[in-house]
């Protein structure tokens, strides 16, 4: 079964909004440190 084309967009829509908000997290500097951002 192929996923709709619709679906594959809000897919990638989640994952680049999580990738967008992890990326802050990281440049925040208070969390610079912490082993979770790196990962």
């Known amino acids: 079964k192929v996923p709709s084309a619709a ?3 809000a897919q990638t829509n989640a994952k680049t909004q999580r990738d967008l908000e992890k990326r802050e997290r990281m ?3 208070s969390c610079s440190t912490c082993c979770t951002c790196t990962s």
């Open 7 to 9: 679906a594959i967009t």
């Open 27 to 29: 440049s925040d500097t």
